[in-house]
């Protein structure tokens, strides 16, 4: 009985600290956390579920927001609308790598 006491003490502090350290490592590593949601270019500003393949999204990006459709397969571009909130209905529906090369 003794011996199972002293290996749980021993093993206990030395899972929490690896399981510390292993979180420590995911949050330091991940990729886009480095930069605060304020300093980001591309915001997500709000997303709407649209049945269980697909959703709507609204991205803030160059200070304008823009209307994205995401599925499985494909991104596609709905709509622009400018820092005021009018709709830019002028331009033709184009692809979301279209866009960031435009704006590139």
């Excluded at 929490?16 to 350290?21: H, K, N, P, S, W």
């Excluded at 980001?40 to 160059?62: H, N, Q, Y």
């Excluded at 991104?75 to 830019?88: F, K, M, V």
Aim: aromatic content about 8%; proline content about 5%.
């Amino acid at each position: 009985m003794t011996y199972y006491i002293v290996k749980l003490l021993i093993i206990l502090p030395l899972m929490a600290g690896l399981i510390y350290g292993a979180l420590w490592l995911y949050r330091k590593y991940q990729p886009g956390l480095a930069q605060s949601p304020s300093d980001r270019e591309l915001k997500c500003v709000e997303s709407l579920p649209m049945g269980t393949a697909g959703k709507l999204s609204i991205i803030d990006f160059a200070g304008q927001k823009v209307l994205i459709s995401v599925t499985r397969s494909q991104i596609t571009h709905l709509a622009t609308a400018a820092a005021n909130g009018s709709r830019d209905a002028s331009k033709p529906v184009r692809s979301f790598g279209e866009m960031l090369d435009e704006k590139l």
